[in-house]
């Protein structure tokens, strides 16, 4: 599996778009990019995936570059409830997932 | 529709005591993997199971097994406790197997303590 890198931390502002970032530069072109957050003492969340193209769903957009060498993960309207770990993983198929230490993400009122 | 459930949600234990932890997949899903998630850390990867079969395997020792049912529900076993065998303790399922893309699904795990 590609070993992606995230920032440790960031801040976001509430109300306005969170983009996070990840670099996965050796990624394989089976594999995918999965975005998962983690809410203190809950488990892992499933927010978004994808292969190449962009893609959306009600939680976030998923933009992956042309090169598929990083992707960013944006959630359009970051609220308090967005405060989160996330982890990016690339990965082929629904195998083990390998979850790193994440980016801690916290939302400022 | 229900998601994954996971029974107990805690669980108080005594160095060389066995347990056994339980996990309900998401309605429609057949393949079942376990995490064990240290304090501060992210989930590490002990087992997946798919057809009432082991199909990939983490680092962990033989004292971890598991058991998928005909249901697809699924069992963690853990013999011979240890204090480091201390962690929070995901399921997740997910549909068919290995080779899918389709995403996995957590439920909120079981917090074990061993004291």
């Known amino acids: 599996d590609a070993k992606t890198t995230q920032p440790p931390s960031m801040d976001c502002a509430e109300g306005r778009a969170a983009n996070l970032p990840c670099n996965h530069s050796?990624?394989?072109?089976?594999?995918?990019v999965y975005w998962y957050r983690q809410i203190h003492s809950q488990g892992p969340q499933y927010i978004i995936h994808g292969l190449k193209n962009n893609e959306t769903n009600e939680m976030a957009s998923l933009i992956i570059t042309e090169d598929r060498k990083s992707s960013t993960l944006i959630l359009p309207h970051a609220t308090l409830r967005d405060t989160a770990v996330y982890y990016c993983?690339?990965?082929?198929?629904?195998?083990?997932?390998?979850f790193g230490k994440g980016n801690q993400v916290v939302v400022i009122p | 529709d229900a998601g994954v459930t996971q029974s107990p949600t805690h669980l108080i234990k005594t160095r060389g005591q066995q347990v056994t932890l339980r996990c309900s997949p998401k309605?429609?899903?057949?393949?079942v993997s376990w995490y064990q998630q240290a304090l501060g850390q992210g989930p590490q990867f002990i087992f997946q199971?798919?057809?009432?079969?082991?199909?990939q395997r983490g680092n962990f020792p033989d004292r971890f097994s598991g058991h998928q049912f005909p249901n697809y529900s699924s069992e963690l076993n853990v013999n011979a406790l240890l204090l480091g065998d201390s962690a929070l303790y995901l399921c997740?399922?997910?549909?068919?197997?290995?080779?899918?893309?389709?995403?996995?699904?957590f439920g909120d795990g079981t917090r074990l303590s061993i004291l």
């Open positions: 993983i690339a990965i082929y198929g629904n195998n083990r997932l390998a």
């Open positions: 997740a399922s997910s549909s068919q197997g290995a080779y899918s893309n389709q995403p996995q699904h």
């Open positions: 050796t990624i394989s072109g089976n594999e995918y």
């Open positions: 309605s429609g899903h057949d393949t």
């Open positions: 199971y798919y057809e009432e079969e082991e199909r």
